[in-house]
């Protein structure tokens, strides 16, 4: 019998960055994840053929990308042949992500790189802007229990970011957990 | 007499005297000579001694003083002894010197097989790139291993030396992998090194670079330069300044033209930085790419080589010289050199009791070479051409080798082979030996010596692949029943059969083993096989040999499957790709698609055609004939054409050339790039190609009805086929393979089902009732028109690649089920507007596009005929012209027997009324030469 542990593939991080693969960035959260693989989450990118070549290449050397629908990506998690796979998810936006966790990945937390401002989000921080729907998401994970992890790159220094929507008062109880 | 002899009979004949000698000019005019040549000719005498030159102006010549003491004419000439200066003046002598070595065409290129051929351009490059002022370009070259690259290098090298660009008497060479693995040592090698670098460097060292000044560096295998080399390198080639190992400023300078040569495609990452710092790029061609004459040519001259070495002619049939060609494969110019030193050594040993000539006897040659004549067998067009060069007998004399040859030629041999042949032979008859156990033991040694070739370009890797999954034991017995099948039995074995028969051996062994049942023969299978008694015989010996292998018995049912095995193999006829033809009015319009393409997939299998619009379709026909026989590769030929018109040509070209063309119009760049990628990736047959490219064509405009019924398939599972004789052993095998790639690429939605070709047909059908089968593989191609990978592709480590192919044209199935008619429709109603508001100024697009549509209509009711998307764009487009012209009373002129000739013509009344119908409508009047050119425009568009 398989050990319990791995019934699913390896989720090792869950990284929210408008951006996506990019650059050193990635490079430095696969070494420190020691992933053999990304996989870009995103409807919108699996469906642009331009956008998902330029990721598909920008993947650093020795790790494989793949750019998956979210349908596609619960239902390779589930699927008992990519156990072995070691993964690091990348999404571009807060809804995809919850749509992922709600559709069963388990992850202890959520990193977030950045999310890039428009007419409908404040900034945060000098990389992540919000809006509304970004913010009951947020608290959603946050009351499940959710790590909300708020680094650029792994060397960087752990910050949680409820701290920070609560320091900018876009949430305001920060000890109220769902059980 | 020679021209120098006149000169000098003139003046010595004339000397007298109280002459003062004569001027260049004076010779020339009397002899009839031109004064350049009269002017060099005199310098060559003055130099040997047999002529004078005094000072002054204009200079005169006069018989040298020993000359004129033959003539006894000492006293008077003593006189004027203290004007004549004879070879004193140092610096006008040297320069006339040097305008007499540059008037000797040294041409080093001039001998170079293919320079007016296959490598034209790469000459013409070189040439350039050496005499571009001041300092010359950087260069580099590109092609595959063997294909000629040092050798290139060697001959700019020289030619930059003859033509006087650089002085430096050594050519610098130096090979990137060498210190590969540490770039210090590298870079110490490159840059040099100050005292005190390290440990060690007790004095300043020049590197290579330093000892190139002034001349040329050639930097083989470039793309293994580390990137620390990389970075100096480029700035170097900057700014020409460079600092040695363990000095900080970049104080050193030197004058270098770099030359840089890779086996790596230039497109890679890895060198898109070389790329853009290098202005000219040289690529050669593969052996294969090359013509049939320039192939003998290079034949003869690497014989020659071994014939001056061996100082010996020697003598080969024309069936040597078809092997030997055909023996090329990935090694090239650099494989037959070394697959002809093999033979050639063959043949000194064979023959050592004669002193004038060796003879190459094809009985004699290894079977790797023998294999080479039914490799070129498969390429019908390359060997007809060379048969008809060929000669029953090939005689090489010892003169006739050219004398360049490049000193660092990894392909040379360091020692001479034919004096340790000699030696060693005598060696081993003094010990008793005899004849053929010395043969044995020299030609032992030989292999030896020239495997390191073999070696070098991992030849063997396609075996060791196929060693992971089948035993070594296995292999070597398939290899004896292919040696055999081939030698006596006339069967011919392509690539593939070394890895279908070693699979199903293996899975039938391993069966036996674990002591599974036989497999039963089924009455199908025996049917079959009673129409192929040849194979059934066949099977027999492969049977036998089995047998006599593992010595056990194999059970009789078995043959049946090794007989289907065989059939199946048989059948497969191996051909190239399946070549592509771009054929487009305009001037450029088809090279430059072609051109794009080649340069993003590197493809060899393209060709283009451009047609000026004056030009006649029988002119036409002939050149797009000429192109599809260039690129058939005895698969067919895909003729993608841009209008209409061409689409008519496909079936007259089949009849005339006998090779299967398949047409498909309206080609865009993308197209070429999809066309090349199917056709080089794939080994697809021209109907797959076909039927998948007008599905990527049909994704912009129509939607045929055979497009809708594989819409519904999309409901389908998707799955590939994998196909064996049984389709429990290799079939099994493949499906793992194919599996895990599956897996690799994260696709989970597609099946492998292994069948066998007995009843393959009846199978596949029962298969695509609930399955869409979207590719094939195994031992046979079933030409059911989906992507088919043969086995030693698979096996090759093509499979991934074929799989992401797949997934990528299957693609916009998953996310484009088919858009209906009229959304298409209003999308290219915008692209209209958006172009007739970007050309015309002064009409409306949006209120003026419905009239045209209605315009179109009303032609299409009147006439009873179908316009179609693309021609009703193109009619649009031409009617919002008309009516700028007619808003600005600019009309295009048509002459009377035109506009006479338009009215017999079936459409002229449809469009008659439908003028008539705009001209209300806008209250607008054309011009009747405008009625002449819109049913020009629906006419040439109806012709299809």
Redesign the interface.
């Known amino acids: 019998m398989k050990p319990v542990m791995t019934l699913t593939m390896d989720v090792r991080l869950l990284r929210i960055d408008s951006r996506l693969l990019h650059g050193q960035v990635t490079t430095s959260w696969t070494k420190a994840t020691k992933v053999d693989r990304i996989l870009v989450v995103s409807d919108d990118v699996a469906k642009d053929n331009l956008r998902r070549t330029l990721i598909m290449q920008a993947a650093p050397p020795g790790v494989k990308a793949n750019v998956l629908t979210i349908s596609k990506m619960l239902r390779i998690y589930y699927d008992s042949r990519f156990d072995f796979i070691n993964a690091m998810i990348l999404v571009e936006n807060p809804v995809d992500a919850i749509r992922l966790i709600s559709g069963g990945i388990k992850v202890p937390s959520v990193n977030i790189g950045s999310i890039s401002f428009d007419t409908t989000r404040k900034m945060v921080t000098d990389t992540v802007a919000v809006n509304h729907d970004d913010v009951n998401i947020f608290v959603w994970m946050h009351r499940r229990g959710i790590v909300l992890d708020y680094r650029k790159v792994p060397s960087d220094a752990k910050k949680d970011f409820w701290k920070c929507l609560c320091e900018k008062e876009f949430v305001h109880d920060t000890s109220q957990k769902l059980k | 007499m020679t021209r120098k002899d006149k000169i000098f009979e003139y003046v010595k004949q004339n000397a007298s005297i109280e002459s003062e000698g004569y001027t260049t000019t004076e010779i020339s005019e009397a002899l009839g000579i031109i004064r350049n040549n009269v002017s060099k000719e005199l310098n060559v005498l003055v130099r040997e001694g047999k002529l004078q030159k005094i000072d002054g102006r204009p200079v005169r010549y006069l018989l040298a003083e020993r000359e004129m003491q033959s003539r006894n004419k000492v006293g008077e000439y003593s006189q004027r002894k203290s004007q004549i200066t004879g070879f004193t003046n140092a610096r006008l002598t040297e320069s006339s010197n040097d305008d007499y070595e540059k008037d000797i065409p040294q041409d080093v290129f001039e001998n170079f097989i293919g320079k007016n051929d296959s490598l034209k351009n790469q000459v013409e490059q070189a040439k350039a790139a050496i005499l571009y002022p001041p300092q010359g370009l950087n260069v580099l070259i590109t092609g595959p291993t063997g294909s000629g690259k040092t050798y290139f290098a060697n001959a700019m090298y020289r030619f930059a030396m003859n033509t006087g660009v650089i002085k430096k008497q050594k050519f610098t060479t130096f090979n990137c992998a060498d210190y590969a693995h540490n770039p210090q040592l590298l870079m110490s090698h490159l840059f040099g090194y100050a005292k005190g670098a390290f440990t060690g460097a007790t004095e300043d060292h020049d590197g290579l670079i330093q000892e190139a000044d002034g001349g040329m560096l050639f930097l083989d295998e470039v793309h293994r330069l580390p990137p620390e080399g990389q970075e100096m390198i480029f700035y170097f080639m900057d700014h020409g300044t460079y600092n040695r190992l363990g000095e900080t400023a970049k104080t050193h300078h030197a004058d270098v033209r770099l030359v840089c040569a890779t086996t790596e495609d230039p497109e890679s990452s890895l060198l898109q930085t070389f790329v853009r710092r290098i202005p000219i790029m040289i690529k050669m061609p593969s052996f294969s790419q090359r013509s049939a004459r320039e192939q003998l040519q290079l034949l003869r001259q690497l014989l020659g080589i071994e014939a001056n070495r061996t100082d010996k002619d020697i003598k080969l049939s024309d069936d040597v010289v078809k092997a030997l060609l055909g023996s090329v494969t990935f090694g090239n110019v650099g494989q037959l050199k070394s697959n002809i030193q093999l033979v050639c050594a063959q043949a000194f040993l064979n023959s050592m009791q004669d002193e004038n000539e060796m003879e190459i006897e094809f009985d004699s040659l290894p079977q790797n070479i023998k294999d080479g004549i039914p490799r070129l067998a498969n390429n019908r067009t390359e060997l007809s051409k060379l048969s008809r060069l060929l000669e029953p007998m090939m005689v090489v004399h010892p003169n006739d080798a050219s004398k360049i040859q490049s000193e660092s030629d990894s392909y040379e041999l360091p020692y001479n082979l034919y004096e340790i042949i000699g030696s060693k032979a005598s060696l081993l008859k003094e010990e008793g030996l005899d004849q053929p156990a010395i043969n044995n033991f020299i030609l032992t040694d030989i292999n030896l010596h020239l495997k390191s070739f073999y070696r070098e370009a991992k030849v063997d890797q396609k075996e060791t692949n196929l060693n992971e999954i089948v035993d070594q034991s296995t292999i070597d017995l398939t290899k004896k029943i292919k040696e055999r099948l081939q030698n006596d039995y006339a069967y011919n074995t392509g690539d593939n059969f070394i890895y279908a028969m070693s699979l199903h051996i293996s899975s039938f062994i391993k069966r036996i083993r674990s002591g599974k049942p036989m497999r039963t023969v089924s009455g199908d299978i025996v049917t079959m096989v009673k129409d192929y008694p040849e194979d059934l015989r066949l099977a027999e010996q492969v049977k036998k040999m089995i047998e006599q292998y593992y010595k056990f018995i194999v059970p009789e049912s078995e043959v049946y499957y090794l007989a289907v095995l065989l059939v199946s193999l048989n059948s497969v006829p191996k051909s190239g790709s399946v070549g592509v033809v771009v054929a487009a009015h305009g001037n450029s319009t088809a090279a430059s698609m072609v051109q794009v393409v080649n340069k993003l997939l590197g493809a060899e299998n393209l060709a283009s055609f451009d047609m000026s619009l004056e030009m006649s379709p029988k002119i036409a026909l002939k050149g797009i004939i000429e192109k599809v026989k260039e690129v058939d590769q005895g698969n067919g030929v895909l003729l993608l054409v841009d209008m209409g018109s061409l689409s008519t040509f496909s079936e007259q070209i089949t009849n005339k050339t006998d090779i299967p063309v398949k047409t498909i119009d309206m080609v865009t760049t993308a197209m070429v790039l999809e066309a090349a990628r199917k056709t080089s990736l794939i080994d697809s047959d021209l109907k797959t190609v076909y039927s998948e490219l007008r599905d990527f064509n049909g994704y912009y405009s129509h939607k045929d009805e055979e497009h809708s019924s594989s819409q519904n398939d999309v409901d389908k599972r998707r799955a590939i086929i994998a196909i064996c004789s049984t389709g429990e052993g290799t079939a099994r095998k493949i499906k793992q393979i194919i599996d895990n790639i599956l897996?690799?690429?994260?696709i989970?939605d597609v099946v492998v089902v292994p069948i066998s070709v007995v009843g393959m047909d009846g199978r596949i059908e029962e298969l695509e009732q609930n399955y869409r089968i979207i590719a094939a593989t195994g031992v046979v191609n079933p030409d059911i028109g989906v992507p088919f990978i043969s086995l030693d592709e698979l096996f090759k480590g093509g499979g991934n690649e074929f799989i992401q192919l797949l997934e990528?044209s299957d693609?916009y199935y998953e996310?484009n089920p088919g858009q209906p008619a009229e959304e298409s429709l209003s999308m290219s109603e915008q692209t209209a507007c958006q172009y007739l508001e970007q050309c015309y100024t002064f009409i409306n697009p949006k209120k003026i596009i419905g009239i045209l549509q209605n315009y179109c209509d009303l032609i299409e009711r009147d006439s009873k005929k179908e316009l179609g998307q693309s021609k009703r764009m193109g009619l649009i487009m031409h009617l919002a012209g008309a009516i700028e012209r007619a808003l600005l009373q600019t009309p295009i002129s048509a002459t009377e027997s035109e506009l006479i000739e338009i009215r017999t013509n079936k459409m002229f009344s449809s469009v008659q009324k439908a003028n008539q119908m705009l001209e209300e409508r806008l209250n607008v009047k054309f011009a009747d030469s405008e009625t002449y050119y819109i049913i020009k425009l629906i006419d040439t568009e109806n012709q299809d």
Request: aromatic fraction near 0%.
């Open positions: 897996v690799d690429q994260l989970d990528d693609r996310l």
